[in-house]
C-alpha cells in the first residue's frame, strides 16, 4: 500500500500536526512515499521528507514568537508604514531553522515532496515537487510561509513566490491523490468541530473569522474528496459490470474485440479522474485551540505535540483493529 501525508496550514497551531506525524512515523512505523503540504505544512514536510521528524518536534518545542518572526522596522521606516514592501521578517525562522537544516539535508530515497506556492507576478497558483524542482528546497519553503503583507515574497525564476494558503490552502487533488497513493492521511489543525462560544472583542471576533476559515477550508476540502472517491467508485463499478457481462461471451475474438471497444469507449467518456479511490484518514484536533495564530509558545506548543500524538495513535489503534 502506498502511503501519503498532508500537512495543512495553520501557523503557530501546527505544533499539532508535528506532534502527529512524528507518532505516525517514530511510534507507527510508517513510510510515507508522498509528502504534500502547504503553507507551514511545508515547513513541517520539508522535516518529513527528509526524514527529520525528531529534530522538527524538539524545534517545536522550543519556539517562541521571536525565533520565527519579528517586525520588519527598516522596511516601515523605509516605506512609512502604509508603502512599506512588507510588515514583518521572517529572519530568525529563514536563517536557524530552513537554512540551517533544511537547506543541507538530502530527501529520504524514493519519497516525493509536492507543495504549492502562490505565483503573485501571474496571479495563479503553482505546485513544486522534489525532487526535480526548478528551485532549491530551502528556497521553496522559504516561499511557503511568505504570508502576503506579512512577510516580503520570495524572489525566485523571474517572479515573486508567496504562501499557497493565498489561493488554495486545501490542494489535495493535485498535490497527492493524483500520485498513486492508496492511503492518505490528513493532518489539519481545524478542530473536528467548531468554537460555538460567544465572542466579546474585537480581537475574539477576528480571531473567531480566521478559525471559521480554515475550519471550512479543512471541512469542505474533505467533503469534495469523499464526494470525488464515491464518483471514482460508482465509475469503476459500472465498468466493471460491463466488463463482467463481456467475459461471459462464449465468441473468444468477439469478446475481446468488445473489451476492447468497451475501454476505449471508457477513456474517451471525458471522466475527470485518472486516479482511483484514495482512502482519506483525516487527524484533526477534537476541540478548537486557544491561542492565536501567530503566538508561538514552548508551552502550548508541547500541549499540542502530545495532543496530536494521542490522536494519531489512537487513529492507528482504530485503523489496527478493521
Given at each position: 500500500m502506498?502511503?501519503?501525508?498532508?500537512?495543512?496550514?495553520?501557523?503557530?497551531?501546527?505544533?499539532?500536526?508535528?506532534?502527529?506525524?512524528?507518532?505516525l512515523v517514530?511510534?507507527?512505523?510508517?513510510?510515507?512515499?508522498?509528502v504534500?503540504?502547504s503553507?507551514?505544512?511545508?515547513?513541517?514536510g520539508?522535516?518529513?521528507?527528509?526524514?527529520?521528524?525528531?529534530?522538527?518536534?524538539?524545534?517545536?518545542?522550543?519556539?517562541?514568537?521571536?525565533?520565527?518572526l519579528?517586525?520588519?522596522?527598516?522596511?516601515?521606516?523605509?516605506?512609512?508604514i502604509?508603502?512599506?514592501p512588507?510588515?514583518?521578517?521572517?529572519?530568525?525562522?529563514?536563517?536557524?531553522?530552513?537554512?540551517?537544516?533544511i537547506?543541507p539535508?538530502?530527501?529520504?530515497?524514493?519519497?516525493r515532496?509536492?507543495?504549492?506556492?502562490?505565483?503573485l507576478t501571474?496571479?495563479?497558483?503553482?505546485?513544486?515537487?522534489?525532487p526535480?524542482?526548478?528551485?532549491?528546497?530551502?528556497?521553496?519553503?522559504?516561499?511557503?510561509?511568505?504570508?502576503?503583507a506579512?512577510?516580503?515574497?520570495?524572489?525566485?525564476?523571474?517572479?515573486?513566490?508567496?504562501d499557497?494558503?493565498?489561493?488554495?490552502?486545501f490542494?489535495?487533488e493535485?498535490?497527492?491523490?493524483?500520485?498513486?497513493?492508496?492511503?492518505?492521511?490528513?493532518?489539519?489543525?481545524?478542530?473536528?468541530?467548531?468554537?460555538r462560544?460567544?465572542t466579546?472583542?474585537?480581537?475574539g471576533?477576528?480571531?473567531r473569522a480566521?478559525?471559521?476559515?480554515?475550519?471550512?477550508?479543512?471541512?469542505?476540502?474533505?467533503?469534495?474528496v469523499?464526494a470525488?472517491?464515491?464518483?471514482?467508485?460508482?465509475?469503476?463499478?459500472?465498468?466493471?459490470?460491463?466488463?463482467?457481462?463481456?467475459?461471459?461471451?462464449?465468441?473468444?475474438?468477439?469478446?475481446e474485440?468488445?473489451?476492447?471497444e468497451?475501454?476505449?469507449?471508457?477513456g474517451?467518456?471525458?471522466?475527470?479522474?485518472?486516479?482511483?479511490?484514495?482512502e482519506?484518514?483525516?487527524?484533526?484536533?477534537?476541540?478548537?485551540?486557544?491561542?492565536?495564530?501567530?503566538?508561538?509558545?514552548?508551552?502550548r506548543s508541547r500541549?499540542?505535540?502530545?495532543?496530536?500524538?494521542?490522536?494519531?495513535?489512537?487513529?492507528?489503534?482504530?485503523?489496527?483493529s478493521?
Amino acid at each position: 500500500m502506498k502511503l501519503g501525508v498532508f500537512l495543512t496550514p495553520g501557523a503557530a497551531r501546527a505544533a499539532y500536526q508535528v506532534g502527529a506525524v512524528r507518532a505516525l512515523v517514530r511510534e507507527g512505523g510508517l513510510r510515507f512515499d508522498v509528502v504534500a503540504a502547504s503553507s507551514v505544512g511545508s515547513l513541517n514536510g520539508a522535516f518529513v521528507a527528509t526524514g527529520q521528524v525528531d529534530r522538527l518536534a524538539e524545534l517545536w518545542a522550543g519556539w517562541r514568537t521571536r525565533d520565527i518572526l519579528g517586525v520588519d522596522w527598516r522596511a516601515l521606516a523605509r516605506g512609512l508604514i502604509w508603502w512599506a514592501p512588507n510588515l514583518m521578517h521572517n529572519r530568525p525562522q529563514k536563517e536557524q531553522v530552513i537554512d540551517r537544516w533544511i537547506g543541507p539535508a538530502a530527501l529520504l530515497p524514493g519519497v516525493r515532496f509536492r507543495f504549492n506556492l502562490t505565483d503573485l507576478t501571474a496571479g495563479d497558483s503553482a505546485i513544486f515537487e522534489w525532487p526535480g524542482a526548478p528551485l532549491g528546497l530551502a528556497a521553496g519553503v522559504n516561499a511557503s510561509v511568505a504570508v502576503p503583507a506579512a512577510i516580503k515574497p520570495a524572489e525566485a525564476l523571474g517572479k515573486q513566490w508567496a504562501d499557497g494558503l493565498t489561493i488554495d490552502g486545501f490542494p489535495v487533488e493535485a498535490l497527492a491523490l493524483a500520485t498513486g497513493i492508496d492511503r492518505l492521511f490528513v493532518l489539519g489543525v481545524a478542530p473536528r468541530e467548531p468554537d460555538r462560544r460567544r465572542t466579546r472583542t474585537a480581537f475574539g471576533t477576528l480571531l473567531r473569522a480566521l478559525e471559521i476559515n480554515q475550519y471550512s477550508e479543512t471541512q469542505l476540502g474533505l467533503e469534495r474528496v469523499e464526494a470525488a472517491n464515491a464518483e471514482i467508485r460508482s465509475w469503476q463499478a459500472d465498468l466493471d459490470t460491463v466488463r463482467d457481462a463481456l467475459r461471459q461471451l462464449a465468441d473468444a475474438a468477439l469478446r475481446e474485440e468488445l473489451l476492447a471497444e468497451a475501454d476505449r469507449a471508457a477513456g474517451d467518456a471525458g471522466f475527470p479522474y485518472a486516479r482511483g479511490a484514495v482512502e482519506i484518514v483525516p487527524i484533526l484536533p477534537e476541540r478548537p485551540t486557544r491561542m492565536f495564530f501567530t503566538s508561538y509558545s514552548p508551552r502550548r506548543s508541547r500541549a499540542l505535540l502530545e495532543a496530536g500524538r494521542r490522536d494519531a495513535l489512537r487513529v492507528l489503534a482504530e485503523l489496527g483493529s478493521e
